[in-house]
């Protein structure tokens, strides 16, 4: 068991540049099994999500080359078999490897994924995609069985713009015959990633970053590279702690177009903020304004960052509101907030309001799930006092280096085992 303890107060200086994003690197390295020849893949971020698709892909008997942020896979002669539970259920992102298996081998045994514990997250929409392209599913338990004689495109209408059900199916339906059309498809910016890498493959896919994709199935995937997007959320995370405690902190390698709804935010409540090409310069605010939050689906205020906005949301000077519109269960966050001193309300199960400025002093809290982990390190950094977060291994799936990037803006943060 790990856990992050902080020594709260310390004002933040220096550059802090963002890593690949593990939304979109969790869908290429599954991807890559589509592949007839070898991939490349750079600028991975070293975090235990990847470490987990890396053993999925070896106990197929994928050949892997991981170093210094890029990872070589040849799938091209793997043992397409069951996956076992006790790996799958370790990320959410291993559902991918139901899609790719699916389209490459049109068959694929594995059981539920894992990931956060934020909601029910079924994966009916996947299922009925799947379904749609001429698979057919047996459950048995949490086990999945997925096979297709043949897989035929089809025109596929998803009742909620999913970002794991979009990619899925489009993984399903690249070496399908014929033309498939995700209709309502999710526009994350990932998805536009794991389009342009199966496109290097030579697949054929139009409208991936827009509600409606088409895939035109073809049977041979050639060698391939591409580069991981920079993590939006990640760049999110640290612009938060330079709006709650910079005083002078330099954002690198981030795509302003993918967080502009964080920005508008930031930009409503006041903070200091300089925009220059790939670089957001950012200092802490004085009398902040409260602002009101509605979470949504790609270009809008993105669900994986409402929880660390919630701590600054503490030190605005009025009554802010966050709307859970994505995940059922996204607050446990708030509890542990509270015991540091915040004052959230909530106000049904999916809104919440914050009153604020409440100052926070250190205290020992519990990371629930990644983002929650994230609320609390921001929550550590601002608060009086020494912060303990345990059952961080949530926050090291997701955030790489994590330690050193806040370290080396001044933050005192250290990482410790315990038994
Ligand atoms: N949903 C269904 N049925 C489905 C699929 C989704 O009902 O078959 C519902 C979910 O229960 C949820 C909503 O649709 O209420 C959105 O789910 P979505 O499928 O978009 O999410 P996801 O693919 O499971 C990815 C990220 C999440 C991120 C969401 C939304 C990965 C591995 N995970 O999840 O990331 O919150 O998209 O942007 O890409 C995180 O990084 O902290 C995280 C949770």
Redesign the pocket.
Known sequence: MKQIVIEGGHPLKGTITISGA??SA??LVPASLLCDEQVTIDHVPDISDIDALEEMLEYLGAQVKREDGTIEIDASKIQNKEIPEHISKKL??SYYFMGALLGKYKVATMYFPG??P?????????LKGFEALGAHVIEEGNKYTIQAEELKGNNIYLD??????TINIMLAAVKAKGTTTIENA?C?P?IVNVATFLNNMGAKIKGAGTSTIIIKGVTYLHHAYTEVIPDR?EAGTYLLAGALLGEDVTVQNVIPEHILSLLQKLKQMGVPMKLEGDTIHIRKGNHLKPVVITTG??PGF???LQQPITTLLTQCEGISEVTET???NRFLNTKYLNHMGASIHGKGSDKIQIKGPTPLVGKTVKAT???AGACLVLAGLVAQGTTTIQEVEHVLR?YENIIEKLSGIGAKIRLEEIK
């Open positions: 593990k939304n969790v869908a959410r992102a990931g956060c934020i909601g029910a997250r079924p994966i009916n929409f996947h909620m713009p999913s970002v794991g059900a999710a994350e990932e959320i689906v790609f993105p669900t994986d994505i995940y059922e799930d990644l983002r997701g």
